[in-house]
């Protein structure tokens, strides 16, 4: 699927190096690769490629809103724990 060496860029087919950007929705059936190497046209993939990358790209938002909604909740238990422990020690205000 994805994977990155330094500055290599797996699809399981081919290997890029230096991709600057992502275009998910080139089209209905492509994913485009911008390059750095400073040529502005586009590097489309091929159909099952551009599945595994909007897979790949699925998979890393909801990684990312599932890492937040835990830290999330981490917070807001500490926050109720020093809640707990300063009612316990009558400094809470009501």
């Known amino acids: 699927m994805?994977?990155?060496?330094d500055d290599l860029f797996f699809t399981g087919t081919?290997?890029?190096?230096?991709?600057?950007?992502?275009?998910?929705?080139f089209n209905d059936?492509?994913?485009a690769f911008y390059l750095e190497d400073g040529d502005s046209r586009p590097v489309l993939l091929d159909e099952e490629e551009s599945r595994l990358i909007r897979r790949?790209?699925?998979l890393a938002l909801q990684a990312t809103v599932e890492d937040n909604n835990?830290?999330?909740l981490h917070r807001?238990?500490?926050r109720l724990e020093q809640q707990r422990r300063a009612r316990k020690l009558n400094r809470v205000k009501r």
């Open 76 to 78: 807001r238990c500490d």
């Open 29 to 31: 059936s492509q994913v």
């Open 14 to 25: 081919r290997v890029f190096r230096g991709v600057a950007r992502i275009d998910l929705w």
């Open 2 to 5: 994805y994977s990155t060496v």
């Open 56 to 58: 790949w790209a699925e």
């Open 70 to 72: 835990c830290f999330l």
